[in-house]
């Protein structure tokens, strides 16, 4: 890569970002109205609020949720997926259940959830897992589904134990698709990390956004709103580099296949 | 590539070898549909000889493909027996390999030449020095050793199919299934990968079952040639191919016994078309 392209591309991916806040700072610079505070008091509410004790008393336990909901959905998803994938018989038993529990939007189980587990991380993580794990499921199911005919018989041929059938075709087969199930989930996860906080606990990142704006800390409540777009922009960045590491056969096929 | 001359055990092990590697026994296959079934193979009966080069011929639509599943075992006959070393095919049997016409979908696209070699070798219990040893002979032989570390989709098609055989070969198979397998490839390719094949079956003393439609190449390979009619299929003929035991795309092409052998299969292959087409008229 020369210079100049890096420069372009540098200025391809930070261009609008860059255009966006400084359009921001300059409508917002002599602000006198209370709830539309100037961008410099937001940066300085930001710098004062988030690093602080407030990180660990706050971020770091939305943060834990967040991930460990996200990685239990993962597992019971990709598990729960391949095995609808592979069998018929399940699938079409219980397709059209699914069907009516992915339908129902996951914030309105936060007030069963609080009867069944009270207020606190179980009923957040418990939130963050069933709203996680339908993408999840469904694209491995489809993944798991559309495995190359001429590859499982490969490996029928090769008498492939079921342990390396799942590890070194189903799941490798599938990846892309989960992957892309992977994917929607994660921002679904933080908008649920947040609606399970904003209804009730006594911590995190929805609660005290919602306490500064209940307590007029209006500068506050907006770089709290900043720092949840921050995380989920570096929650993305970590994912998609996985992903290039884990999906460069698929991308390098799919090139080849439109001849680049 | 030159067409090189290839030598054949030729007559010592064809049609009267002592031992039976493969014995297709009375097989029909019917497949089950919802409301109606349809006979892709009605009746077919024939045997290969360990050793032997077998190549199978028909029209197109003449179950050669349901044949090979059924002796891979990856389909269930539906009357009759197909038996491998004198046991029963139940299930895909161990000494097997297929290579498939759709070369680039057999190979998996997220392994490097060399793990695809390398797979079914694990899956065998093969040790590591071992598996070594045969994966780099095996893409030696198949002149892709250069290219080991690059992943199918990086190569052209001809040397995908390479690799399938590189890995069929690697697994030291006491017979090799081959579904047609250069229906796909260019003419100059397919000539290669023909001589290819002649090369590492004198080399291996592996039994092949080559199923083809093209006429020439089953002339051009097989000590026999079996030709199949029309679905639903029968054993029409079975044709011993006493072309010399070297073989070689120019000369061996040109000889009389090559065209009054395929002119002969050419005819039958015809005869198949006729009948059906009366027989549905």
Redesign the interface.
């Known amino acids: 890569m020369t210079l100049t392209t890096l420069l372009r591309r540098l200025g391809y991916t930070l261009g609008l970002p860059v255009i966006l806040v400084a359009l921001w700072w300059v409508t917002s610079a002599g602000s006198q109205n209370f709830f539309w505070p100037p961008l410099a008091r937001i940066m300085d509410a930001f710098a004062e609020t988030w690093f602080g004790p407030r990180f660990a008393a706050d971020v770091l336990p939305s943060l834990i949720r967040l991930f460990i909901g996200y990685l239990v959905a993962l597992v019971a998803g990709v598990g729960l997926g391949v095995a609808v994938g592979s069998w018929r018989w399940l699938r079409e038993s219980i397709e059209p259940s699914l069907e009516f529990f992915r339908a129902i939007p996951p914030p309105v189980l936060v007030p069963i959830l609080i009867l069944f587990f009270g207020i606190g991380e179980t009923m957040n993580v418990a939130v963050i897992i069933i709203g996680c794990v339908w993408p999840i499921l469904l694209n491995t199911t489809e993944g798991v589904r559309s495995v190359?005919?001429?590859?499982r018989?490969?490996a029928?041929?090769?008498?492939?134990?079921p342990v390396?059938r799942l590890f070194?075709?189903t799941l490798?087969?599938a990846?892309p698709q989960i992957a892309a199930g992977a994917r929607q989930a994660l921002s679904v996860a933080i908008i649920l990390m947040v609606i399970s906080e904003l209804f009730a606990t006594t911590n995190g990142l929805g609660f005290v956004i919602v306490q500064f704006q209940r307590s007029f800390q209006i500068p506050q409540m907006w770089s709290g709103i900043i720092l949840l777009g921050l995380i989920g922009v570096a929650l993305s960045m970590i994912f998609r580099f996985f992903e290039s590491r884990a999906l460069s056969?698929?991308t390098?096929?799919r090139h080849?296949?439109r001849g680049e | 590539m030159v067409p090189d001359a290839t030598r054949l055990p030729g007559t010592t092990v064809a049609g009267t070898g002592p031992e039976v590697m493969l014995d297709i026994r009375h097989v029909q296959k019917i497949y089950e549909g919802r409301d109606r079934s349809v006979e892709a193979v009605r009746d077919l009966d024939f045997r290969v000889a360990a050793g032997e080069l077998v190549c199978v011929v028909g029209p197109s639509g003449a179950g050669k493909t349901t044949l090979l599943r059924c002796i891979a075992g990856l389909l269930e006959v539906t009357k009759g027996e197909i038996l491998l070393s004198n046991q029963k095919v139940t299930g895909p049997p161990e000494g097997m390999a297929v290579v498939f016409q759709e070369y680039g979908r057999s190979l998996f696209p997220w392994m490097t030449v060399r793990q695809n070699v390398e797979l079914p070798l694990r899956e065998k219990g093969v040790d590591r020095s071992e598996r070594a040893r045969l994966v780099d002979e095996a893409l030696e032989a198949v002149g892709l050793a250069h290219v080991h570390r690059a992943h199918p989709w990086q190569l052209s098609g001809g040397m995908q199919q390479r690799v399938a055989i590189a890995r069929a070969v690697a697994y030291e198979p006491r017979v090799l299934l081959m579904d047609e397998p250069f229906a796909a490839v260019d003419a100059q390719t397919r000539a290669e990968l023909e001589d290819l094949i002649l090369r590492l079956w004198q080399r291996l003393n592996v039994t092949i079952v080559f199923v083809t439609h093209d006429i020439d190449e089953s002339v051009y390979l097989g000590q026999r040639v079996i030709v199949l009619s029309n679905s639903p299929t029968v054993v029409l003929d079975d044709v011993k191919i006493d072309l010399p035991g070297e073989r070689d795309q120019v000369t061996t092409r040109s000889r009389p016994e090559f065209s009054r052998l395929r002119t002969r299969i050419y005819q039958l292959v015809q005869l198949a078309k006729q009948q059906n087409a009366t027989a549905r008229a």
Do not use: H, I, K
């Open positions: 190359d005919e001429v590859q018989d490969t029928a041929c090769f008498r492939f134990r390396s070194r075709l490798p087969a990846s056969w698929y390098g096929m080849s296949e």
